[in-house]
């Protein structure tokens, strides 16, 4: 799962948290600066005059290609040279930047780190199931809490003073902790694992404003009663069921804003709101450009940062246009979102569920390391690349049982196979769920 943010608490390769929160404070109108410019490009008519506006960075981004040891040498093979990045249409003419690219020289791709102290490396488990270890330095850790600003007025939320912000945690670790938030309205942030016995209570005790969490805590939330109801939800990472969102909204009556993001790139975009238009992410300029008119995602990445971004390829599909969207927004929408997509298994009474639900009995398997395929009612087959064969056994059972608690009453038929890697691979974004006949 793409991590939601890593704000000050910042995955070092120690794997220590950062706590000198107050060192956010100076960092609070460069916050204030990316929402407001986020909020004009989302209304901006003049689409000249935006690209124009986004033109005028790509002079930064050219400084930052000439100081960084892979883009310099890689342009330099291919006969450009950083300077003739002079408009948005010159783009397509510059080599692609892969993932798997990325990954073998996630050391070589940053800029020199004039202040190497507070850089830090995370590591992206991602959907693609390949981990890339990438660069960040402190702006990028506090990023999520700017466009956080935006998204907030965006959905009409309006936050008390010292918000409180809460990441739930549906992940086998349990990890828990509470650390002050001044950069968002001298709020906090509790990461709380649904995991606990206590999770609830800790839920009805925080009273979030704005809660954090991917698909999997979604539903647990859904299960709960007599839960507070933030101003605002949001979720990444993994497809989204509608089915999921009419669940919540039984629950609570806050709005569930799903936004785009990668570890690497930081958010993208985010899902309209508006029920009428579901599937059209609108893209977060001017932090990044996503390149119009191809079939995948392409990403540039506009904002300063230690990890310069030229034409990315994150390996998710999509189609980027010009929008004038009814929810108001104007500026460019991806459609077409794939590379994450959904995935419907049939119970036996015809109820259909959302094979993602069982993302968790993987947890501790590689994305690209199995597959799950459902051929018949209560058939299925498990393809398993790499895995130990002492594995088998425990994971065959998680797997029953999960199956049972979503419907499967009757026997289940489930084959597991070993199989090789390079069988599993279909794609740049493996689906580890299928469903036959």
């Known amino acids: 799962m793409t991590e939601v943010f890593s704000a000050d608490l910042r995955v070092a390769p120690r794997a220590n948290l950062r706590r000198d929160t107050s060192s956010q404070r100076p960092f609070i109108p460069w916050a204030e600066s990316i929402s407001a410019d986020l909020g004009h490009f989302a209304a901006e008519p003049d689409e000249a005059a935006a690209r124009a506006a986004l033109e005028a960075r790509l002079g930064a981004l050219g400084a930052a290609l000439r100081e960084s040891p892979y883009h310099a040498a890689t342009l330099r093979e291919a006969g450009f040279h950083p300077g003739d990045l002079q408009s948005l249409d010159d783009l397509r003419h510059f080599p692609f930047l892969d993932r798997e690219t990325l990954a073998s020289h996630w050391s070589d791709v940053p800029t020199p780190m004039a202040d190497a102290d507070a850089c830090v490396v995370v590591k992206s488990s991602g959907s693609t199931g390949t981990p890339v270890n990438v660069v960040r330095d402190r702006r990028d850790c506090l990023h999520m809490w700017a466009v956080l600003r935006f998204l907030v007025a965006r959905a009409g939320a309006v936050l008390p003073p010292r918000p409180r912000v809460v990441l739930l945690d549906a992940l086998p670790g349990g990890l828990e902790y509470s650390v002050r938030l001044p950069i968002l309205l001298d709020g906090a942030l509790h990461r709380i694992s649904v995991l606990r016995d206590d999770a609830a209570e800790r839920l009805r005790r925080v009273r979030p404003a704005v809660l954090f969490s991917d698909p999997e805590g979604l539903r647990w939330l859904a299960t709960q009663r007599d839960v507070p109801t933030?101003?605002?939800?949001?979720?990444?990472?993994?497809?989204?069921?509608?089915?999921?969102?009419?669940?919540?909204?039984?629950?609570?009556?806050?709005?569930?804003?799903?936004?785009?993001?990668?570890?690497?790139?930081?958010?993208?975009?985010?899902?309209?709101l508006r029920e009428s238009a579901p599937g059209r992410f609108h893209v977060l300029a001017p932090d990044v450009w996503l390149e119009p008119g191809l079939e995948e995602v392409v990403v540039t990445r506009l904002r300063p940062s230690v990890l310069p971004l030229l034409r990315y390829r994150p390996g998710d599909a999509g189609?980027?246009?010009?929008?004038?969207?009814?929810?108001?927004?104007?500026?460019?929408?991806?459609?077409?979102?794939?590379?994450?997509?959904?995935?419907?298994?049939?119970?036996?009474?015809?109820?259909?569920?959302?094979?993602?639900?069982?993302?968790?009995?993987?947890?501790?398997?590689?994305?690209?390391?199995?597959?799950?395929?459902?051929?018949?009612?209560?058939?299925?087959?498990?393809?398993?690349?790499?895995?130990?064969?002492?594995?088998?056994?425990?994971?065959?059972?998680?797997?029953?049982?999960?199956?049972?608690?979503?419907?499967?009453?009757?026997?289940?038929?489930?084959?597991?196979?070993?199989?090789?890697?390079?069988?599993?691979?279909?794609?740049?974004?493996?689906?580890?769920?299928?469903?036959?006949?």
Not at 231 to 256: I, Y
Not at 377 to 390: M, W
Not at 397 to 407: F, P, S, V
Request: overall charge positive.
């Open 230 to 272: 933030p101003r605002l939800v949001l979720t990444s990472a993994q497809h989204l069921p509608s089915g999921l969102r009419a669940e919540l909204a039984g629950v609570m009556a806050a709005p569930v804003l799903n936004y785009y993001a990668t570890t690497e790139t930081g958010p993208l975009a985010w899902e309209c």
């Open 319 to 437: 189609t980027v246009r010009r929008d004038a969207c009814p929810c108001g927004f104007q500026g460019w929408t991806l459609e077409h979102f794939g590379g994450r997509g959904a995935c419907r298994f049939v119970t036996p009474t015809g109820r259909e569920v959302d094979a993602w639900a069982l993302a968790w009995v993987f947890k501790h398997h590689a994305l690209r390391a199995f597959r799950l395929t459902q051929t018949g009612v209560s058939h299925f087959r498990l393809e398993l690349a790499g895995a130990p064969a002492s594995s088998e056994a425990p994971l065959r059972e998680r797997l029953t049982a999960a199956l049972r608690n979503l419907g499967w009453t009757a026997r289940i038929e489930l084959d597991v196979q070993a199989v090789e890697a390079a069988t599993l691979v279909t794609g740049t974004k493996h689906q580890p769920f299928r469903r036959r006949g």
